[in-house]
């Protein structure tokens, strides 16, 4: 848990976590390698070479001391010149207030500086600006001399080879890696949309491919997909069957109930008859899954308010409070509707009054519904939103006739779209409160 920070700066997407895992093994190697090779190359070969070369100018020196007189130097010293190759030259005193230079990307310099310094403390001056030469300027009994030699003389040539076939290279073989990987990947993303489509309620094609493992985990979504449809189909028939049975007897029973006076109960009859057919009708749509077919564009703030308005043509006390954000959201207009018909009607019929709010914004899409009535306990959340499930407690159930799909039928259709239904109290009305939250 001591590393759980972590989890905020790491990248979320699949191909992102790929390339960090191809590129943080590439990066850590080249800077343990740059480290090792700084190290040993730019500081302890340079610096051998370095104290060998000093040793060579202590001898030069050694000689242009011991010349008779200034004139003499090329002369005392010419033999060894030749053999070390080392070019001396007698300049003016204003040469040993010169300061020392070297590029700023020779790091090798700092080592051949320092050494040089400290091995012959003559040296005044180290020029290192020309990546092919040394010169110095040393002091001597005869007055300042210039010394020049080749640079491959202290160190190494071409010391960054190294490092740029490195970084060269590693750019190559991640680039191939991350194709490979891509490839390898692609398979996952193309199960990951199959699964959310058939999350939202829609069927795209998709056939298994990419490594075994893929392939097993495909094949398996595959054969739970085909097993979900036949379930689905195989509840939607053995209902619609159902429903299409009693329908029948209930047209007979309601022949049957208009050939009776009004002394004979007629009127509560009929309404048992209209309660058992909208029972019916219920139980139908909930298995049809009704409205869930392909989801287009649609503007929520404009479906809002025609809804609000078909519900106060019809005598209902609903308000739109709030109607925040403009555009477009992808959706089936049919299933919303339908989920926000539920809540609103259940809004209304354990309450006096409802408030609807839509609020839209680049991330989310939310839809509120607000009323009055007595709410439902926190603790029966979960069961309010399960299929045939009455809260006698918290609902009153001579309000209305129900089966209690009103929040399940809206919990599925927020699955549908990839959303969630949540429930809570209100704060404004003090009843219930119930939330359709999708991710956009």
Do not use: C
């Amino acid at each position: 848990m001591r590393f759980s920070w972590l989890k905020h700066y790491m990248p979320r997407g699949i191909y992102a976590r790929a390339a960090l895992i191809l590129l943080l093994p590439v990066i850590v190697v080249q800077l343990v390698v740059s480290v090792v090779f700084v190290q040993r190359h730019f500081e302890d070969v340079t610096g051998q070479m370095t104290n060998a070369a000093a040793r060579e100018v202590r001898l030069l020196l050694a000689q242009v001391n011991a010349a008779d007189a200034r004139s003499t130097i090329q002369e005392a010293t010419e033999q060894t010149t030749a053999w070390l190759e080392i070019a001396v030259a007698s300049v003016p005193e204003a040469t040993l207030s010169e300061p020392d230079r070297r590029l700023w990307y020779d790091f090798s310099g700092i080592v051949i500086i320092d050494r040089l310094g400290r091995w012959v403390p003559e040296i005044a001056v180290i020029d290192l600006s020309n990546d092919r030469r040394v010169r110095l300027i040393a002091t001597t009994v005869h007055g300042p001399i210039e010394l020049v030699f080749d640079r491959r003389r202290v160190s190494a040539a071409a010391p960054h080879q190294l490092l740029v076939n490195m970084v060269f290279f590693s750019i190559i073989i991640t680039t191939i890696a991350f194709i490979y990987m891509r490839n390898q990947l692609r398979p996952v993303k193309r199960l990951a949309d199959a699964a959310e489509a058939f999350g939202r309620g829609r069927i795209m094609p998709y056939t298994p491919s990419g490594a075994t493992e893929m392939r097993a985990a495909g094949a398996a979504f595959v054969d739970m997909r085909n097993r979900i449809e036949r379930q689905i189909e195989t509840r939607t028939l053995m209902l619609s069957g159902v429903s299409h049975d009693l329908r029948t007897p209930l047209t007979r029973l309601r022949l049957s109930l208009s050939m009776l006076s009004d002394e004979d109960g007629r009127a509560e009859m009929e309404r048992d008859v209209d309660d058992m057919q909208g029972m019916i009708d219920a139980f139908l749509s909930f298995a049809k899954d009704e409205g869930l077919g392909e989801p287009e564009p649609v503007d929520p703030l404009s479906m809002t308010r025609a809804l609000v308005e078909d519900a106060q043509r019809t005598g209902q006390q609903v308000s739109l409070i709030e109607a925040e954000g403009e555009g477009t959201v992808v959706l089936n207009a049919t299933a919303m509707r339908r989920a926000l018909d539920n809540l609103v009607n259940n809004a209304v019929r354990y309450g006096r009054r409802a408030e609807v709010s839509v609020m839209l914004t680049e991330k989310s899409l939310r839809f509120r519904v607000e009323d009055d009535g007595p709410g439902i306990p926190e603790k029966l959340h979960e069961d309010a939103k399960r299929p045939f499930t009455r809260l006698d407690p918290a609902r009153n159930q001579d309000k209305g006739s129900g089966v209690g799909l009103g929040l399940a039928i809206a919990t599925d259709i927020a699955r549908a779209h990839g959303g969630v239904l949540r429930l809570g109290r209100s704060d404004a009305l003090g009843g219930l409160r119930a939330d359709i939250v999708i991710a956009r």
